[in-house]
């Protein structure tokens, strides 16, 4: 399977931007969907945003508008814009991959970034 190692989190004000990177090696071919994944402190990991190979994406419904998934196919690398970010956006992100379609669903994905902490200030 794919290694994943993400990069660009930090501490931002409410209102302002990150940018969040993912490069993945190794296995890369085996690789369909790539997303972000996130968990607040004391929660569950859910699903922020997924991007097929294709440039089909899918969002959480609590993100739309604000961030943005893209990918570059020939760097092997996907990125999630992060703007108009609110103390609620606070945790750790993590960059996942799996071999079929995108799903809102941390079982379905087989492999993980490390993850990169967000923390936004009010």
């Known amino acids: 399977q794919a290694q994943l190692v993400e990069s660009g989190g930090g501490l931002v004000q409410a209102g302002g931007s990150l940018r969040l990177s993912c490069a993945a090696s190794?296995?890369?071919?085996?690789?369909?969907?790539m997303g972000w994944f996130r968990q607040p402190p004391g929660k569950e990991r859910d699903f922020v945003a997924g991007?097929?190979?294709?440039?089909?994406?899918s969002y959480a419904d609590s993100v739309k508008g604000r961030f943005t998934i893209s990918r570059d196919n020939v760097k092997n690398t996907v990125y999630l814009q992060m703007n108009s970010l609110k103390p609620e956006d606070t945790a750790v992100y993590y960059c996942?991959?799996?071999?079929?379609?995108?799903?809102?669903?941390?079982?379905?994905?087989?492999?993980w970034g490390q993850g990169t902490q967000v923390t936004v200030s009010s």
């Open positions: 996942a991959a799996r071999p079929g379609l995108s799903a809102p669903h941390v079982g379905r994905y087989n492999a």
């Open positions: 190794g296995r890369t071919l085996s690789i369909s969907t």
């Open positions: 991007i097929v190979r294709n440039g089909i994406t």
